[in-house]
Nanobody, 124 residues
């Protein structure tokens, strides 16, 4: 069983940065395809960024390209999301997700494991 625990959320002003982390246990992080999703009040949970288990290939939602960076630290078994140039529309609960080896999907239902989420608030 895979357990995911997010941290690093908080409140920032527009233009600021946060680094979100997802500590993983139960499997090594490089045996999982992992992703970040987010959900704002009244909206569907949406894909933000993902990293494939083989080769670490990354993909991003158009809305965050050039501002967010997903990465993984195999030694620490931790997934990270560096969020820069934050905008008010980035405010949401951010979730870490993992799936057993598979392609780098943007579809929520393709992921088997989820963390509890971490809140990001961006003021204008």
């Amino acid at each position: 069983q895979v357990q995911l625990v997010e941290s690093g959320g908080g409140a920032v002003q527009a233009g600021g940065s946060l680094r979100l982390s997802c500590t993983t246990s139960g499997r090594t992080i490089n045996s999982l395809t992992m992703a970040w999703f987010r959900q704002a009040p009244g909206k569907e949970r949406e894909f933000v960024a993902g990293i494939a288990w083989i080769g670490g290939r990354t993909r991003y939602a158009d809305s965050v390209k050039g501002r967010f960076t997903i990465s993984r630290d195999v030694a620490k078994n931790t997934l990270s999301l560096q969020t820069d140039s934050l905008k008010p529309e980035d405010a949401a609960v951010y979730y870490c997700a993992a799936r057993t080896p598979g392609f780098n999907s943007e579809v929520r239902d393709d992921y088997d494991y989820w963390g509890q989420g971490t809140q990001v608030t961006v003021s204008s």
